[in-house]
């Protein structure tokens, strides 16, 4: 009974979390395609959220292998810049896995991993909540 009680509780702050964290990543890479160039979602604004979502999803599921696999350079960088990094290569298979999505260019990925890393972190702090 107690069990059900508190699954009936937590289930829907999962999937709130989870929906305000897709509209953090579809907010980032809007503000990101605005400041950087070479980032274009082709003013199509599905084309926008299904890259938003696929984001979220990669976040979800494929970085913490990534950095399972990355252990040790996390370890010898100390993990200070790697994390960037990781997030460089997720914002790239996102993009090559929407069509409609691109970054044209290394620079381009880099400072939009940059812009999206840093407003996922400052908005997830204001409107996430941490247990």
């Known amino acids: 009974m107690i069990v059900s009680l508190l699954l009936i509780a937590l289930v829907p702050m999962f999937f709130l979390q989870l929906v305000f964290r897709l509209i953090i990543n579809i907010f980032a890479l809007w503000l990101a395609a605005q400041f950087v160039s070479g980032i274009d979602y082709h003013n199509n604004w599905r084309v926008l959220v299904v890259a938003g979502v696929i984001l979220g999803l990669l976040n979800m599921f494929i970085k913490p292998i990534l950095k399972i696999i990355t252990a040790p350079c996390l370890w010898l960088l100390l993990g200070l810049l790697f994390p960037l990094i990781i997030n460089f290569l997720i914002l790239y298979l996102a993009a090559w896995l929407v069509p409609g999505f691109q970054i044209n260019g290394i620079l381009a990925g880099?400072?939009?991993t940059?812009?999206?890393?840093?407003?996922n972190f400052i908005l997830s702090l204001i409107f996430i909540r941490r247990r």
């Open 110 to 112: 880099i400072l939009g």
């Open 114 to 119: 940059a812009i999206i890393s840093v407003l």
